[in-house]
């Protein structure tokens, strides 16, 4: 039985480890941006890392890949229509390509913004105009679709830009409007479960982060005007906070334990917030050292990451206090992993390798993108976040998808 058992238990740890290392969703596994891999490589070759596929053939759109089951998911444009693309994460085969709906027509850019949640054998993928589909990723059937105007919303002006968020059996939304800013709605069927009687304001471009605080299970989300805290169980308002900012609240927010962070661009700032018990918030500090527009903030230890406008910043997320800055690269956005930031410059598609540390701004290695798209809009620039999984960092350019090792030998 134990010469049975041993090599059982190791496959199951493989399994379990590999699975860790996908990246289903938005941000990530918990939506933190911060891969938990390890084995990375710590300095890259002259001319950046070795590039291991490209796709061509993605349309325009600014999606971020899902990574699950060594497929690569992302939302583009195809024809007259946004569709979901599923490609082989390892190699760039086209593998399915699903019409979704109308592409989002807008100066900045057309096309989709949120990346897909992929949710065992299905993906859930909103459009830029608010259509949001649940797919069998199996046979590409569309097993149902609701749109954002039927739950009471209305089009943001940059287009709906949120990655939707499953948790459990539930498929959570923003459409914002009078029927409830933030819908729940049953994952297997699209019918509401409930939406947010408690807050009805319009949506804007931020994505849902699960938590739970002071051991009650919540959605946390953002609009223009507040943040806020939503029951699980069924939509309750349980908290809100003003934080009222201007033009776009884009950026995710960031939950460690019973504290909440926002940061919003456009000269607005950050804020962070203590969750006490029966929902009282306690504000411990509101400034500006960090403005970030939208290529979002990772929170590594005590320390959070990023572009805050017009530098990259470190600040402490206990204390609000500005750490170190740096203009070593221009405003971009930002992912993590193994004690590494993937800073990726939106002007020139160049990416930096920078050590996480609350030292300063130590970049170790740095490349740019080549070749680049060809049919981004004027107006648009790279803003596809970079995302790392199962040794590989993959990013995106409108059409253009890259893979790249990244895997320590």
């Given at each position: 039985m134990?010469?049975?058992l041993?090599?059982?238990l190791?496959?199951?740890?493989?399994?379990?480890?590999?699975?860790?290392l996908?990246?289903p969703q938005?941000?990530?596994?918990?939506?933190?941006?911060?891969?938990?891999?390890?084995?990375?490589?710590?300095?890259?070759?002259?001319?950046?890392?070795?590039?291991?596929?490209?796709f061509?053939?993605?349309?325009?759109?600014?999606?971020?890949p899902?990574?699950?089951g060594?497929?690569?998911f992302?939302i583009g444009?195809?024809d007259?229509?946004e569709?979901?693309?599923i490609?082989?994460?390892n190699?760039?085969q086209e593998?399915?390509?699903v019409k979704?709906?109308?592409?989002?027509?807008?100066k900045?850019?057309?096309g989709p913004?949120?990346?897909?949640?992929?949710d065992?054998d299905?993906?859930?993928?909103?459009?830029?105009?608010?259509?949001?589909?649940?797919?069998s990723i199996?046979?590409?059937?569309?097993?149902?679709?609701?749109?954002m105007?039927s739950?009471?919303?209305?089009?943001p002006?940059?287009g709906?830009?949120?990655?939707v968020?499953?948790?459990?059996?539930k498929?959570?939304?923003?459409?914002?409007?009078?029927?409830?800013?933030v819908?729940a709605?049953?994952k297997m069927?699209?019918?509401?479960?409930?939406?947010?009687?408690?807050?009805?304001?319009p949506a804007?471009y931020?994505?849902?982060?699960?938590?739970?605080?002071n051991?009650e299970?919540?959605?946390v989300?953002?609009?223009?005007k507040?943040i806020?805290?939503?029951?699980?169980?069924?939509g309750r308002?349980?908290?809100?906070?003003?934080f009222?900012g201007?033009?776009?609240?884009?950026?995710t927010?960031i939950?460690?334990?019973n504290?909440v962070y926002?940061t919003?661009?456009?000269?607005?700032?950050?804020?962070?917030?203590?969750?006490?018990?029966?929902n009282?918030?306690t504000?411990v500090?509101e400034?500006?050292?960090?403005?970030?527009?939208?290529?979002g903030f990772?929170?590594?230890g005590?320390y959070?990451y990023?572009h805050?406008?017009?530098?990259?910043?470190?600040?402490?997320?206990?204390t609000?206090?500005?750490?170190?800055s740096?203009r070593a690269?221009?405003k971009?956005?930002?992912g993590a992993?193994?004690g590494?930031?993937y800073?990726?410059e939106?002007?020139?598609?160049t990416v930096?390798l920078?050590?996480a540390?609350p030292?300063?701004?130590?970049?170790?290695?740095?490349?740019?993108?080549?070749p680049?798209?060809k049919?981004?809009?004027s107006?648009?620039k790279?803003?596809t976040?970079?995302?790392i999984?199962?040794?590989?960092?993959?990013?995106?350019?409108?059409d253009?998808?890259y893979?790249?090792d990244?895997?320590?030998?």
């Amino acid at each position: 039985m134990k010469s049975v058992l041993i090599p059982f238990l190791s496959l199951a740890a493989v399994t379990s480890s590999a699975l860790a290392l996908d990246w289903p969703q938005w941000r990530g596994p918990d939506r933190t941006g911060v891969s938990k891999e390890t084995g990375l490589l710590k300095k890259w070759p002259e001319g950046g890392p070795q590039r291991l596929w490209m796709f061509e053939n993605a349309g325009k759109g600014y999606s971020a890949p899902a990574i699950k089951g060594g497929k690569y998911f992302t939302i583009g444009t195809r024809d007259d229509a946004e569709a979901l693309f599923i490609l082989d994460a390892n190699t760039g085969q086209e593998l399915r390509v699903v019409k979704i709906g109308a592409i989002l027509d807008n100066k900045w850019g057309d096309g989709p913004r949120g990346t897909p949640a992929i949710d065992g054998d299905r993906a859930y993928a909103l459009s830029g105009p608010g259509d949001l589909a649940c797919i069998s990723i199996a046979d590409g059937k569309v097993l149902w679709k609701v749109t954002m105007k039927s739950l009471g919303g209305s089009v943001p002006n940059w287009g709906y830009t949120e990655s939707v968020l499953v948790d459990g059996d539930k498929v959570l939304c923003t459409p914002g409007g009078g029927k409830g800013t933030v819908a729940a709605l049953n994952k297997m069927t699209g019918k509401v479960v409930w939406q947010s009687s408690g807050i009805k304001e319009p949506a804007h471009y931020s994505s849902i982060v699960g938590a739970t605080i002071n051991g009650e299970a919540q959605y946390v989300q953002r609009n223009e005007k507040s943040i806020f805290g939503l029951a699980a169980a069924d939509g309750r308002l349980l908290w809100q906070t003003d934080f009222p900012g201007r033009t776009a609240m884009i950026p995710t927010p960031i939950v460690s334990g019973n504290e909440v962070y926002v940061t919003a661009g456009y000269g607005t700032g950050c804020k962070m917030v203590r969750i006490e018990p029966g929902n009282k918030v306690t504000v411990v500090y509101e400034n500006k050292v960090a403005k970030n527009h939208h290529g979002g903030f990772v929170k590594i230890g005590e320390y959070l990451y990023g572009h805050g406008d017009p530098q990259w910043v470190c600040q402490n997320f206990k204390t609000g206090e500005e750490v170190w800055s740096s203009r070593a690269l221009g405003k971009g956005a930002v992912g993590a992993a193994d004690g590494m930031l993937y800073c990726l410059e939106e002007n020139t598609g160049t990416v930096a390798l920078v050590e996480a540390s609350p030292a300063g701004w130590k970049e170790v290695s740095r490349f740019k993108l080549d070749p680049q798209t060809k049919i981004r809009s004027s107006s648009g620039k790279v803003w596809t976040h970079p995302v790392i999984a199962n040794g590989k960092l993959y990013l995106r350019d409108q059409d253009l998808i890259y893979c790249y090792d990244i895997k320590a030998k």
